[in-house]
């Protein structure tokens, strides 16, 4: 078996935390002497995907390929894995690694065609929550969860950002049939420097994907609430795009917070944190968020919720974790801005993030799994 491996990543949205993860695995992969391409959908992201893009493609030998994919199951999926198989095919791939639901079902499924054909092609799939945040009790979570289930056997290895992931996968779709492993998201060495606050900094800052999944319109109602109860009005930055963009726009107006939230487009993270002292992270669902990592590692200090790996990150009892209620999220507003000081002591501490979420970690741990799949 060859030391250099061709890898092909593929995966719907190039947004948010998946994209973050395959750029930093795409990184340090190329950096590894491998020889890696992206296939993802093309008709999501904006202008700073694109430049981020842009920044990546002379690294990639296997290029960078985009193509329409639709986010629900419907007709159109026929033509879309068409030409995705097509895409997939001419690459000719050793490691065909899925992220999220709709690339994982292709990565798999595709992978297993070319088996029939050539040489054997890991699959690989990291669920970056994906169909995991559906309700098990619905029609559609149902669904789901036994298209995942049918797919199992066409996996050669589940690769899993946080143990909540695989306790999740675990309790929803089964004891997963194949090998699996737990590989924490990574950051790079100049993730870990500091970030200074702005001179003309807002109290509070959200950054992330503007849907109700993420908790923007917790984050605004606790804006309020807190403002209310401190005799104050608090400011806010938010950052980021989204579907859902205009209904926030529309609570903010309603709440009478319209001069005091200024709503920014996407932007690269570190730049962001500097545009408020205190960031608060107000997810419903998650797995395992770059954003609470980059943050911390950073050093700004954080209110998040207690959902999916967000524990894992601060300890299961940190009193910065909250439930995505705004009552809550208010009353903790109210306490880490009476004494930033002592708040800021209940951060993790930069050296223990770095051994356990740093991308050179994560990089190898995944590499192992690469080889172990083809060996299998």
Request: hydrophobic share 45%; aromatic share 8%.
């Amino acid at each position: 078996m060859a030391a250099h491996l061709r890898i092909v990543h593929c995966f719907r949205s190039p947004v948010g935390g998946i994209f973050r993860h395959v750029r930093d695995l795409t990184e340090a992969q190329v950096a590894a002497g491998h020889s890696v391409g992206i296939v993802c959908d093309s008709t999501t992201g904006g202008d700073y995907e694109e430049r981020l893009f842009e920044a990546m493609k002379e690294s990639l030998a296997l290029g960078i390929h985009r193509t329409p994919m639709q986010r629900h199951i419907g007709p159109g999926d026929i033509a879309a894995a068409r030409r995705t198989y097509r895409i997939i095919k001419e690459l000719r791939p050793d490691v065909l690694h899925g992220h999220g639901a709709k690339g994982g079902a292709y990565a798999r499924l595709f992978g297993s065609l070319l088996r029939v054909s050539r040489s054997r092609v890991a699959r690989l799939y990291s669920p970056h929550g994906g169909s995991l945040h559906y309700d098990e009790t619905t029609a559609t979570g149902k669904l789901f969860f036994a298209l995942e289930r049918f797919m199992a056997r066409f996996t050669d290895c589940l690769l899993f950002v946080s143990d909540y992931e695989r306790k999740t996968y675990r309790r929803k779709v089964g004891e997963p049939p194949v090998p699996n492993r737990l590989v924490y998201n990574g950051l790079r060495a100049v993730e870990f420097e500091p970030v200074a606050t702005a001179a003309d900094a807002a109290d509070l800052l959200y950054i992330g994907m503007m849907r109700d999944l993420k908790g923007p319109d917790i984050f605004i109602d606790a804006l309020a609430r807190a403002g209310s109860e401190l005799g104050r009005q608090l400011s806010a930055v938010m950052v980021g795009d989204g579907d859902d963009l205009p209904r926030y726009h529309a609570q903010v107006e309603r709440l009478g917070l319209k001069n005091h939230v200024r709503f920014l487009p996407p932007m690269p993270a570190r730049d962001a944190f500097a545009q408020a002292g205190l960031i608060v992270v107000p997810s419903r669902a998650e797995a395992m968020p770059y954003i609470v990592l980059e943050a911390l590692a950073a050093g700004r200090p954080m209110i998040a919720t207690a959902v999916g790996g967000i524990p894992e990150i601060f300890g299961e009892t940190s009193p910065a974790l909250i439930r995505p209620d705004a009552g809550q999220l208010a009353d903790k507003l109210k306490t880490a801005l009476d004494d930033p000081g002592a708040y800021r002591k209940l951060m993790p501490l930069g050296d223990e993030l770095k051994a356990r979420f740093g991308a050179d970690v994560m990089a190898a741990e995944i590499e192992k799994a690469y080889f172990a799949a083809l060996r299998g």
